[in-house]
């Protein structure tokens, strides 16, 4: 007598406050893969139902990464680093799930997404080496006219804002974390807009995330359209810095040009997006500019002793 198994399919979730809340609308949309494969021409096959973020989805993320920025911001560099390696421990340990959706989430082979998410692995690692080296280029000791030592230390911004790179660029995870990994390393939290047509592996990355050393609160990743959540966070008073990496360089509903006016008012550090995102090379050695875009400098003056 043969035995059939029926098949459970993954229930995706957003990542908010080292939780798994399905949205506050309770909606859903359709995620695909990038390409058939049947090989024919058209949509590709059904992979998963994501939850589609709304706006107060994203304000419940802000609240989310605003709490955990004190302990996170007082965490010592050494420790932070500790983290970031042990998140690159457990993406190891599920390398081959990330494969899988990198694959089919970019309509790329197996081959080139097994470096992609590997390059992922290595940029956290990387990272981790930076947590308690970055104050040695950020800051300085000053010299001044009296009897005092004038010393100046980089200290994280707050909560930073991240629109996701997108898919169809073939880094909507590469990308995704090269924009998350030096916004922590740094001390800071973030809310993450997941690439809308390929949020899988932002939305895995969260589990990965979960049961790491890494606090609630200081990554959260919104899966949904890209055009509800990114004005949120540009807009939201409680956002320090935003990171458009992921945003269209060219004017239009959600795109660069709207969120800096967004921003503006609330005098956020911006990031903008590359002008030619097809163009854009994630496996590029990374270099510190996002390592230092989000850190403010505090100077302090001590009187010398006796």
Known sequence: MSETTLSVFKTYK????????????????????????????????WLANAPLGTRKDTRDAVLAARAAVKGWAGTTAYNRGQVLYRIAEMLQG???????????????GHKKASALVDAAIDRWVWYAGWTDKVAQIAGSSNPVAGPFF???TPEPSGVIGVVAPQSG??????????????????????VVAAAT???????SLGEVLATSDLPGGVVNVIS????????????????NGLDLAGAIAAEGPGAAVELEVLAADTLKRVIRPAADQAALDWTNAPGTERLLSFLETKTVWHPMGI
Request: zero cysteines; charged letters at 15%; a negative charge.
């Open 14 to 45: 957003l990542y908010v406050g080292g939780k798994f809340p399905r949205s506050e609308s309770g909606r859903v949309y359709e995620v695909s893969a990038a390409t058939s494969t049947a090989g024919a021409a058209g949509k590709g096959q």
């Open 94 to 108: 599920r390398r081959e799930q990330f494969v899988v959706e990198v694959s089919l989430a970019e309509g790329i």
């Open 150 to 152: 004038n010393l100046s």
């Open 169 to 190: 660029t073939g880094f909507s995870f590469l990308g995704l974390v090269s924009v998350i990994a030096p916004a922590i390393a740094a001390g800071n939290t973030v």
């Open 197 to 203: 047509d390929a949020p899988l592996p932002a939305l």
């Open 224 to 239: 949904g359209k890209t055009a509800d959540i990114a004005p949120t966070l540009a807009s939201h008073q409680d956002v």
